[in-house]
């Protein structure tokens, strides 16, 4: 008897932290991960992606472009400040360390809060991380 209550009360638990912290296999076609999705421009190739729902909606992406696409890259997200080679690369620090050159950059309106890290140091595929939250 004890070890069915015990097993109920971990399942119960379990599902607990599921609907407040959201499922890590949430689709990312998923409403409440739209607000911060980053949709990779047509050729790239998607390296990884994961996305989750609950408090703070996210995806986290990473995809290798042609040099080609980079502005069009810039210009999906809504980071206006880029920096080269910056020392601290936030949320990307260990990435950036086997870099030789890359971009980064970060926007946060209180909203949402994103940041990307483009890796330059190939001519002839960049790789791009990125990282998306909604904060509301």
Do not use: K
């Not at 638990?13 to 991960?33: E, H, K, N, P, Q």
């Amino acid at each position: 008897m004890r070890w069915m209550l015990c097993m109920a009360l971990i399942l119960l638990c379990l599902s607990g932290c599921r609907m407040l912290f959201g499922d890590a296999s949430t689709s990312c076609d998923s409403d409440m991960v739209s607000i911060v999705r980053l949709v990779p421009p047509e050729g790239a190739e998607i390296q990884e992606e994961r996305c989750s729902t609950g408090i703070n909606p996210t995806q986290n992406i990473r995809f290798t472009i042609v040099p080609d696409q980079l502005q069009a890259v810039q210009d999906s997200v809504s980071i206006t400040d880029w920096q080269e080679n910056p020392p601290d690369p936030h949320g990307f620090e260990a990435e950036a360390a086997s870099m030789t050159s890359y971009l980064y950059g970060q926007y946060g309106d209180g909203i949402v809060y994103i940041e990307m890290l483009i890796d330059t140091s190939s001519p002839e595929r960049y790789t791009v991380y990125y990282s998306g939250s909604s904060v509301d």
